[in-house]
């Protein structure tokens, strides 16, 4: 799988995107079934992005995927307002399609969850197209809680089907809070909550046109197809004004404000006992990520702690942050300790984005700490 350093993740008031096209996701899902590594995929829309500043566990769960992608049109519409790179919608539906279409041969599927007998539909439309996706198994587990719905057996029994992809269906926070509970003694390489998948592929409900979803109005056929919809749209499109107002065009137009004068290269260097620091100054450029991120993946493995030194006039922006996930990511992956220090202007944007879970500082082991005379 490719380098997780390089993973071109930016972060959406609370969330990190993938910059990925729905093609790269899919060579993403067919390389992690061909070489059956594990891809925790999550496919956050804006549901998710409230959802995620509401509970702490379902914010993480999406922290903890190995690809997060944009699905829905207003996230798509943050990332341009802010300046990232997300190219397009990239909807958990369509990638579930083009893997019917043959887009990473033949997949074996689990679908967990959904209502009474839509699993066991979905099953028998697939067995009827005799395409590349092939159901080995489904399950209704009602209305239990999330350690009820995780019995041996039933984990067991998933894995006994030989499936390469898990599908679940539980409603959002459920359904990741499920995979978080269960994701380690899952053997299936690829497992994602795809809400909807199951109704479409069952045929129990149909997906909007292609202009009503490009055009971000494929929550207007959802209310036609499922009038319950209609609350949480309702919430969710009061949320997102609240959102604009609050964070996103403040944050838009500070990013404006302060232009793109300043670069500094950002650095690191090796301090006593495995520690490293990491100096970030000016603006955070493409080309200077990935020559940073290049470093840190080299300097992890020997590490034992990582400091992330953020000096004054520093850009915080959705780029910025985005890295600094990674390298927590990435440092936790290492079983290596992150701190990051921020002045008062930088923890005020900090907030301003909704990143302040970055900023969260572990404890350190004894031993020293590497202070650069540079600050």
């Known amino acids: ?23 790269d996701a899919l060579r993403s899902i067919a390389q992690a079934i061909r070489e059956r590594q594990r891809l925790f995929l999550s496919t956050p829309n804006l549901n998710f992005l409230i959802a995620s500043q509401r509970k702490r566990a379902f914010q993480d769960s999406v922290l903890h995927s190995d690809l ?3 699905d829905g049109m207003p996230i798509v519409w943050l990332a341009r307002l802010l ?67 995780s019995s041996p057996e039933r984990i067991a029994e998933i894995n006994a089907s030989g499936a390469d992809f898990v599908v679940v269906a539980l409603g959002a926070a459920k359904g990741q809070a499920w995979i978080e509970h269960n994701r380690a003694q899952l053997e299936a390489p690829v497992i994602s909550h795809l809400g909807a998948v199951i109704n479409f592929v069952a045929g129990s409900v149909s997906r909007a046109p292609v202009w009503m979803q490009r055009t971000g109005l494929e929550w207007l056929w959802r209310i036609k197809e499922e009038p319950k919809l209609l609350r949480r749209y309702a919430d969710d499109g009061y949320a997102l004004l609240r959102l604009l107002a609050g964070h996103a065009l403040p944050a838009a137009l500070a990013a404006r ?41 080299e300097a992890l493995p020997t590490s034992t702690a990582v400091d992330v030194l953020i000096t004054s006039g520093t850009r915080v922006d959705a ?14 992956r ?15 944007a900090f907030q301003l984005h909704l990143a302040t879970v970055l900023l969260e500082q572990p404890a350190l082991p004894d031993g020293p700490t590497l202070v650069p005379a540079a600050l």
């Not at 209704?140 to 999330?146: A, E, L, S, W």
């Not at 232009?259 to 000016?282: D, M, Q």
Request: proline share 6%; hydrophobic share 45%; net charge neutral.
């Open 319 to 332: 780029s910025l942050l985005g890295a600094l996930f990674v390298m927590r990511s990435e440092a936790e």
């Open 68 to 70: 997060s992608v944009a």
């Open 83 to 149: 300046g990232a790179p997300v190219p397009q919608r990239v909807a958990g539906s369509d990638l579930f399609e083009a893997l019917m279409a043959g887009a990473a041969g033949p997949v074996k599927v689990y679908f967990f969850g959904g209502e009474p007998g839509v699993g066991e539909h979905a099953a028998a439309r697939l067995a009827a197209l005799g395409g590349p996706v092939q159901c080995v198994g489904q399950h209704c587990p009602g209305f239990g809680t999330v350690e009820e719905m």
């Open 1 to 23: 799988m490719q380098n997780k350093t390089m993973r071109p993740v930016y972060w959406l008031f609370g969330l990190p995107f993938d910059a990925v096209t729905r093609d």
């Open 257 to 297: 404000k302060r232009g793109s004068g300043g670069v500094a290269p950002s650095t690191l260097e090796a301090g006593g006992g495995g520690h490293l620091s990491i100096i970030l100054r000016g603006v955070l450029t493409s080309a200077q990520r990935g020559a940073l991120m290049s470093r840190l993946a």
């Open 334 to 348: 290492h079983g290596v300790i992150l701190r990051v220090e921020a002045d008062e202007a930088a923890r005020r």
